[in-house]
């Protein structure tokens, strides 16, 4: 009990100089390095899911259903990640929209120029979990047809 | 532009939510897949990769809703707090998500590796089986094929009707089968307690050294013939035949030998020479006696023709009419001997012949001291074809020349038994006398063959009485006793009745 304590103070020590507020360290940071970070990480994400759909079928395990539908699902993270990658650019980095939100059940959607395209496609853009739970949905499909698979082969009947 | 508010808020949360349980659910479900197959490096992956989701789906989902709630009771203000923790997290859970997956290819040489490696391992599995199968097959039937030898070389040690023996380097006895058994007396029981060795039965040392140098010599020896030393001191002829084993897998030497009792085919040979003997001086005899009968006749026809006339030789001529007939009693013997004589065949009750000689017997002067005992054959009537005069003359003088042999023992006794023995009958004269001169037994029945002192015995007894067993379809035999004295055996056929057969 002792010993976790320690830990917990140690970590709470780390921790502290990573509350937001204005530290002046020994190099400037200038604020838009949060929202490129997390986008470089939306890329990367993206990356990684193009990269396991081409193994997947470069490795033939696409004969596999299990496989092929978490090559769907791969394929749905990347359509998230360009969803989400698009959302942050235009929000958080060039600032082309804003949302507002009204008391009557509405919000005001205010873009760069007026555009009311530009408004209906970040609209579109923040339902990004009509993409990524599906996506989800068919890896946890994609495993359940393996362990069905892997229990057919070895004569067992799945739950 | 204006749009509706609540589809954003509701696909948010219930979005988040979804996330998190399938996010968790996927978890479950990898973990399950990978305890299907333990070693398989896909299946970690998944657990990998699976996980990295859960981590992602639940912060993003996490954060989403804090969001949410936080902006319903307006505290915008703590959100923005909140919000670059909960960017970094979801940054962080991106990358990790990453990270695992483009370990994929890494995950997959890695599991390749391990399925060539079962398939490898099951194929030496397989061969090694296969291999253990027929090593098992091979096992088996060698050890059939070796039962089955050591079953028929048990059968023939044990069964052999000749005696076989394994000694070790010093001759001490290890093996016995049952023939030598029966053939030493002693049990193998006796001969291990005592730590016999071969040396013990062989009678004679001679004997034993010469088979000793044999074996020293050449690793051998055959058909060697010598004694053995029974259990109850008999010796018995026997031939042995007996080599060297230096044994296999390191096995101490030891020594097998064959012992091939011959005991009975020495006797019998040793009775054929001497019937063969017999009948040759039996021929000889018979044609010596018919050429000395007729000049002993002249002679002694002429001796009586002048002793009827008075002579100043009356008295030399009455010496010589007394050792002519002398000479006419041994020619008449020599010709009973080879069974020229003629004399008239009947039935002969034995039992009647034997009482009547038993009773002669009693009242002669030499037998008053003797003990004799008549074991007659109690069952029935004994009858053979012979002459009676004949047979008892064999049996008088066989007793006649026992009572001679017990003269200096204080209780001497001599023993008739008759016994039936298949379609024979047998008369035996046992007494406990001085016994018979080893050296002697060969020549007992030869004519003029006596061990008695000069004038005290012809030396024909024996051999006119064998002469007259002969004539009689019969044999006599002559042994010593076991324990002291000899024992004469007459074997007669009997005469062809319904109880002849026992």
């Known amino acids: 009990m002792r010993h976790f304590n320690y830990k917990v103070l140690i970590m709470t020590a780390y921790l502290i100089p990573a509350l937001p507020g204005n530290l002046y360290a020994l190099q400037l940071h200038s604020g838009s390095e949060g929202i490129i970070t997390h986008q470089i990480g939306h890329l990367f994400f993206l990356f990684s899911m193009v990269v396991l759909m081409f193994m997947i079928s470069g490795k033939g395990l696409a004969i596999h259903k299990g496989w092929r539908l978490i090559q769907v699902s791969a394929f749905f993270f990347i359509l998230w990640n360009g969803c989400a990658i698009a959302a942050h650019f235009l929000d958080n980095q060039i600032y082309a929209v804003s949302v507002e939100r009204l008391t009557n059940g509405y919000a005001k959607i205010r873009t760069q120029n007026n555009s009311g395209f530009l408004g209906w496609i970040y609209y579109g853009l923040k339902l990004d979990h009509l993409l990524c739970v599906p996506a989800m949905f068919l890896m946890y499909k994609g495993l359940s047809c393996l362990v069905a698979e892997q229990k057919a082969e070895k004569g067992q009947e799945s739950p | ?502």
């Not at chain 2, 707090?81 to 859970?93: D, H, K, L, Q, R």
């Not at chain 2, 995950?107 to 391992?121: A, F, V, Y």
């Open chain 2, 1 to 502: 532009m204006i749009a509706p508010y609540l589809p954003m808020v509701v696909i948010d949360i219930i979005g988040s939510f979804a996330m998190v349980v399938l996010s968790l659910l996927c978890c479950y479900k990898a973990r399950i897949l990978r305890e299907t197959d333990q070693d398989n490096a896909l299946f970690l992956y998944l657990v990998w990769i699976s996980t990295g989701f859960m981590i992602f789906g639940v912060s993003r989902s996490v954060g989403h809703i804090l969001r949410q709630f936080l902006i319903l009771i307006s505290q915008t203000d703590t959100w923005q707090m909140i919000a670059a923790f909960s960017g970094s997290v979801n940054t962080v859970s991106f990358m990790l998500v990453s990270l695992i997956t483009l370990f994929f290819n890494q995950s997959w040489k890695i599991n390749e590796k391990i399925l060539t490696s079962r398939k490898k391992l099951e194929a030496a599995h397989g061969q090694l089986l296969s291999l253990n199968q027929n090593l098992e097959q091979k096992v088996m039937e060698r050890t059939e094929m070796l039962t089955s030898s050591e079953h028929k070389a048990r059968r023939i040690f044990e069964y052999s009707l000749d005696t076989i023996l394994v000694t070790d380097a010093h001759f001490k006895i290890q093996e016995i089968n049952n023939a030598g058994i029966t053939l030493t007396g002693y049990t193998k029981e006796q001969m291990l307690a005592q730590n016999m060795g071969l040396m013990n039965f062989i009678a004679h040392a001679s004997d034993w050294a010469h088979i000793l140098t044999q074996l020293n010599t050449n690793e051998y020896v055959l058909n060697e013939e010598c004694d053995i030393l029974k259990s109850d001191d008999m010796e018995i002829r026997v031939m042995i035949t007996g080599g060297v084993d230096y044994g296999a897998f390191g096995c101490a030497k030891t020594f097998h030998f064959i012992i091939k009792d011959i005991n009975e085919k020495k006797q019998m040979e040793q009775q054929i020479a001497q019937a063969d003997k017999l009948a040759a001086l039996g021929e000889l005899s018979a044609g010596v006696a018919h050429e000395i009968n007729n000049p002993l006749g002249i002679i002694l026809g002429y001796t009586q023709l002048m002793l009827k006339e008075e002579s100043e030789f009356e008295e030399d001529l009455k010496t010589i009419e007394k050792h002519v007939k002398n000479c006419k009693d041994v020619v008449s013997n020599l010709l009973s001997f080879s069974r020229k004589g003629s004399g008239k065949m009947e039935h002969v009750n034995i039992h009647n012949m034997l009482d009547g000689v038993v009773n002669f017997l009693k009242s002669h002067s030499d037998f008053r001291k003797v003990q004799i005992q008549l074991r007659l054959w109690k069952k029935e009537s004994l009858w053979v074809e012979g002459n009676e005069q004949e047979l008892s003359q064999v049996v008088l003088n066989l007793m006649i020349n026992a009572c001679h042999a017990i003269k200096d023992t204080p209780d001497g006794f001599i023993e008739l038994v008759t016994q039936k023995k298949n379609a024979h009958m047998l008369i035996h004269i046992r007494d406990n006398g001085t016994g018979i001169a080893k050296q002697h037994i060969p020549r007992i029945f030869d004519p003029f063959f006596t061990t008695k002192p000069v004038g005290q015995g012809t030396g024909l007894g024996l051999s006119v009485g064998y002469g007259i067993i002969r004539h009689h379809q019969g044999k006599i035999m002559a042994a010593n006793r076991k324990s002291r004295g000899a024992q004469f055996t007459i074997r007669l056929p009997l005469v062809n009745t319904n109880s002849n057969e026992e």
